[in-house]
């Protein structure tokens, strides 16, 4: 059973960065897409970003793009997001997910393993 835990949430600054981590437990972390969603209260989850098995493609939410990049470190079974220029809207609760093959996907049915989400909190 594939395990992700998420970590790097916290309280910040509109306008700073915050860093979050994912890691995996087993050992074929390098031949799955990962993604990246998140969810505000009283609101559906939504897409931020995800990246192919091999880190060679990413991709992005509207919202996001040109403040968040995600990167993957596949000898440490860890996909990463860093979220600069943060703004009140980015708050949410923040889920990594392991998409069922290789590639990836803006709809969270296509990632078959989630973290337990991570609190980003961005005060204005």
């Known amino acids: 059973q594939v395990q992700l835990v998420e970590s790097g949430g916290g309280l910040v600054q509109a306008g700073g960065s915050l860093r979050l981590s994912c890691t995996a437990s087993?050992?074929?972390?390098?031949?799955?897409?990962m993604g990246w969603f998140r969810q505000a209260p009283g609101k559906e989850r939504e897409f931020v970003s995800a990246?192919?098995?091999?880190?060679?493609?990413?991709y992005y939410g509207d919202s996001v793009k040109g403040r968040f990049t995600i990167s993957r470190d596949n000898a440490k079974n860890t996909v990463y997001l860093q979220m600069n220029s943060l703004k009140s809207e980015d708050t949410a609760v923040y889920y990594c997910?392991?998409?069922?093959?290789?590639?990836?996907?803006?709809?969270?049915?296509?990632?078959?393993?989630w973290g337990q989400g991570t609190q980003v909190t961005v005060s204005s």
């Open positions: 990246i192919t098995w091999s880190g060679g493609s990413t």
């Open positions: 997910a392991r998409h069922a093959g290789p590639s990836w996907s803006k709809d969270e049915f296509e990632y078959n393993y």
């Open positions: 087993g050992r074929t972390f390098g031949s799955y897409g």
